[in-house]
């Protein structure tokens, strides 16, 4: 699946333009309370997650299409090393490993349109979040 094999792991983020919906809706049940919107906001998070990870490589090892909808299950799994600081969370220069279940909502032209994220966060992720709940 190109949004995961191509856009996230190779960075080929113009891609987009052809398979998202310019105002693409996206919850990562990790990071966001509220959906973000917006094609653009996708690529910025998208780079932004990459300059953390730049070796992070996405497989996609399961699919599963929604009887009667445009919408799909993909089952993905991820690692990458951890070398640049994401959000206010430092480098920690280690390997992760992490997986999650997304569903892609299509529109009529093919394009996805919302992407509702549930994956596990990686260690490093964890690690920032509980000290980040500490400090409130």
């Excluded at 998208?46 to 929604?66: C, K, N, Q």
Aim: net charge neutral; no cysteine.
């Amino acid at each position: 699946m190109q949004l995961y094999e191509v856009v996230w792991s190779q960075g080929k983020v113009l891609l987009l333009d052809k398979i998202m919906a310019e105002d693409h809706r996206q919850v990562d049940r990790v990071w966001q309370a509220t959906a973000g919107v917006g094609r653009k906001r996708m690529k910025r998070g998208i780079l932004a997650y990459r300059a953390a990870y730049p070796d992070i490589r996405f497989t996609v090892e399961a699919i599963s299409a929604v009887q009667d909808e445009d919408k799909v299950f993909v089952y993905w799994t991820a690692s990458g090393t951890n070398t640049g600081p994401i959000r206010e969370q430092p480098p920690s220069g280690k390997q992760v490993h992490f997986a999650g279940i997304s569903l892609l909502s299509f529109d009529s032209a093919a394009q996805i349109y919302e992407s509702l994220v549930f994956r596990q966060a990686p260690e490093d992720e964890i690690r920032y979040l509980i000290a980040a709940q500490g400090n409130m």
